[in-house]
């Protein structure tokens, strides 16, 4: 068997769902959008033409809903499975200077008013998984970029710490008064 058949069927049945993304009748659209979902990633070049595709406002549309939510899931699933490279936890986010200034107070903001974290500790890790999930919405954003930042964050947390031994936190740094 032809090691490449199993590559060139996926493509045509991708073309088919595309093609169909676009049909007058509702349940074959469904139909043609819940299959390529399941064959993601497989499907991404024919979902990203279609996204571009003026033909079919209806195919652009839904290429663009599936591509949105694959996309979502991917940053979702990378924020919650990145760890720095020798460091078992996430670290801090970093008021030091990895991170814009006030970035981290944007994200700390944002863990404490998610409700998921019950200890202030806990916000300055649950802040880095936010800036994680917000990095990898970025176009040239690998896992091994974040990583490389997430070191210097451990490496920035792990100084202070040494340095503050009786310092539960670190102080953030505040914008300026208009």
């Known amino acids: 068997m032809n090691p490449f058949w199993p590559l060139a069927y996926s493509h045509f049945l991708a073309a088919a769902f595309i093609t169909d993304l676009g049909h007058e009748d509702f349940a074959t659209r469904e139909q043609a959008s819940a299959a390529l979902r399941k064959m993601l990633p497989a499907s991404l070049p024919q979902l990203w033409q279609a996204r571009r595709d003026g033909k079919s406002l209806e195919r652009a549309r839904r290429a663009e809903h599936i591509?949105?939510?694959?996309?979502?899931?991917?940053?979702?699933?990378?924020?919650?499975?990145?760890?720095?490279?020798?460091?078992?936890?996430?670290?801090?986010?970093?008021p030091f200077g990895v991170l814009a200034d006030f970035e981290a107070g944007h994200y700390l903001t944002r863990a404490q008013e998610s409700g998921k974290v019950f200890a202030l500790y806990d916000d300055w890790r649950y802040a880095t998984r936010l800036w994680l999930y917000d990095f990898y919405a970025g176009a040239n954003a690998d896992q091994g970029a974040a990583v490389k930042l997430l070191d210097k964050m451990v490496e920035v947390e792990l100084s202070w710490r040494a340095a503050n031994p009786r310092a539960a936190l670190p102080p953030l740094k505040t914008p300026p008064e208009p």
């Open 67 to 94: 591509l949105g939510r694959f996309l979502a899931e991917r940053r979702l699933y990378l924020a919650k499975n990145t760890l720095p490279g020798k460091y078992p936890v996430l670290p801090w986010i970093d």
